[in-house]
């Protein structure tokens, strides 16, 4: 990619001199990372440290162009207590907001990033009956609306803030036991996973009732970990079962009857990603040190059929159209918003940037 966004023409010079992997080396083991979303921003990254302590530390870092080194800045390097289960910039492309990171542990944190330093702009508690909570496993800022964020907790509740209020919009209990991971479908509509094997989708609009989109066959002993739903086509999301090698892509058309089931894996998976520029590519990655990327297009097309393809495409099974193998487990992925041809992935003390 060019300087300003434009593209070099193929095979030019300056294309081939320009790499395809960059990789960064933290002082500690990634567990959060994420893209930062503004256009002014380009290449830049959080990284949080999983550290068995209860000082932790988060590090802003971004690709310069011109040396293709990753750096982090020291003056955006702070301490962060427990290690986050998940970061968030604020999904505000066009720069019209304060730049503001989001980070969950044991209650949901708000930093305003300056250029000099980084200032903890609120801390969040859910539990109005005492200060301690139940840790955040997880939380999505909505892009439609970003001034909701929603987290999940292992006390099962999900708690949707108005982060500009720092107050609590709404607070339900989502499930029978730990939720795990939420993620936001439109303006109103979040869906969640949790220990008790479902995904559930509620309305903000009709607080009592959740729809439950999937269960998992035995799910006293499947907790489902980790959910994406598919911002470009949000009839589709994807589950990962808690130490399985296989991805569960869900349509909320058909419920309970997955759409397939991503079998090439050959350890656990631990992170999804759906593509932010097409609806029928996701990102999976896992403990067999692999990111394959899959081509959806051919599974689930034409409304009542969804059945039958499913079930022809889960016998043969379908195979990845991309696969790379990195040199750990990988722990997190993600797939940049901003620039779409970038995927980041966490392994052990390792951020790595792949051209896709």
């Not at 040396?67 to 720069?95: M, N, V, W």
């Not at 909701?148 to 607070?171: F, L, M, N, P």
């Not at 991971?181 to 109103?188: C, E, H, S």
Request: with cysteine; glycine share 6%; aromatic share 8%.
């Amino acid at each position: 990619m060019g300087s300003g966004g434009d593209r070099t023409p193929e095979g030019s010079e300056e294309q081939q001199k320009r790499s395809e992997i960059y990789t960064y080396e933290a002082p500690w083991h990634i567990y959060a990372m994420n893209w930062s979303v503004r256009r002014d921003k380009k290449y830049r990254l959080a990284i949080a440290s999983l550290l068995e302590q209860y000082q932790n530390r988060v590090e802003i870092v971004q690709l310069d162009d011109s040396t293709g080194e990753i750096r982090s800045d020291p003056a955006l390097s702070f301490e962060h207590p427990y290690p986050p289960t998940k970061t968030i910039f604020i999904p505000d492309r066009e720069c019209v907001r304060p730049d503001l990171l989001a980070t969950s542990a044991d209650f949901l944190r708000v930093w305003r990033i300056h250029d000099d330093r980084v200032e903890l702009k609120s801390v969040l508690n859910g539990n109005k009956n005492s200060e301690f909570c139940g840790p955040l496993t997880s939380f999505d800022w909505n892009e439609a609306e970003p001034r909701r964020i929603g987290t999940s907790s292992i006390d099962t509740t999900c708690t949707i803030w108005d982060v500009e209020r720092e107050a609590v919009d709404t607070q339900l209990i989502a499930h029978d036991k730990e939720v795990y991971d939420i993620a936001w479908g439109g303006v109103g509509v979040f869906a969640s996973v949790s220990a008790d094997g479902s995904v559930r989708v509620f309305d903000l609009r009709d607080k009592e009732h959740s729809t439950i989109i999937y269960e998992a066959s035995d799910s006293v002993d499947t907790p489902l970990v980790r959910l994406g739903w598919n911002k470009q086509d949000p009839r589709y999301m994807a589950t990962i079962i808690m130490d399985s090698a296989k991805v569960v892509v869900l349509d909320i058309r058909f419920p309970t009857l997955p759409v397939v089931e991503l079998q090439r894996h050959q350890a656990s998976v631990n992170a999804i990603a759906w593509a932010p520029h097409s609806s029928c590519h996701i990102c999976t990655a896992g403990d067999d040190s692999q990111a394959l990327i899959w081509d959806l297009s051919s599974v689930g097309n034409g409304g009542g059929g969804s059945g039958q393809q499913a079930t022809a495409s889960a016998e043969g099974g379908l195979d990845p159209i991309l696969a790379y193998t990195a040199g750990a487990e990988i722990e997190q992925l993600q797939w940049s918003s901003s620039q779409p041809d970038w995927v980041a992935i966490a392994f052990s003390t390792k951020l790595q940037i792949l051209r896709v």
